[in-house]
Nanobody, 128 residues
Framework: QVHLVESGGGLVQAGGSLRLSCAAS????????MGWFRQAPGKQREIVAA????????YYIDSVKGRFTISRDNAKNTVYLQMNSLNPDDTAVYYC?????????????????????WGQGTQVSVSS
């Protein structure tokens, strides 16, 4: 089992940047594909970015490509989401999630229901 804790959210002006972190407990962090999701008020939770267990493969939704970067440090049990050029449409609660995968499944997981563990979320608010 893994426990996830997000941090780094806050209020920022449009065009600004934030870096989210997600710290995971346990000794098998490298066995998990990781993802960042977000949920805006009145909307469904959507995937934003995902990264394979090795960090070698990533996935982004179109609206964040070129602005957001997902990365991970398996030695620190942490996954990051660097968010640049933020706009008000990025306002949401951001969640990290973990999906236990086998060593041959070194690819980013895009499907929400495949994730086994979720953090509590961190609020990101972008003012215009």
């Amino acid at each position: 089992q893994v426990h996830l804790v997000e941090s780094g959210g806050g209020l920022v002006q449009a065009g600004g940047s934030l870096r989210l972190s997600c710290a995971a407990s346990g000794r098998t962090f490298s066995s998990y594909a990781m993802g960042w999701f977000r949920q805006a008020p009145g909307k469904q939770r959507e995937i934003v970015a995902a990264i394979s267990w090795s960090g070698g493969s990533t996935y982004y939704i179109d609206s964040v490509k070129g602005r957001f970067t997902i990365s991970r440090d398996n030695a620190k049990n942490t996954v990051y989401l660097q968010m640049n050029s933020l706009n008000p449409d990025d306002t949401a609660v951001y969640y990290c999630a973990a999906d236990r995968v086998g060593p041959r499944s070194d690819y980013p997981v895009q499907v929400r229901h495949e994730y086994d563990y979720w953090g509590q979320g961190t609020q990101v608010s972008v003012s215009s």
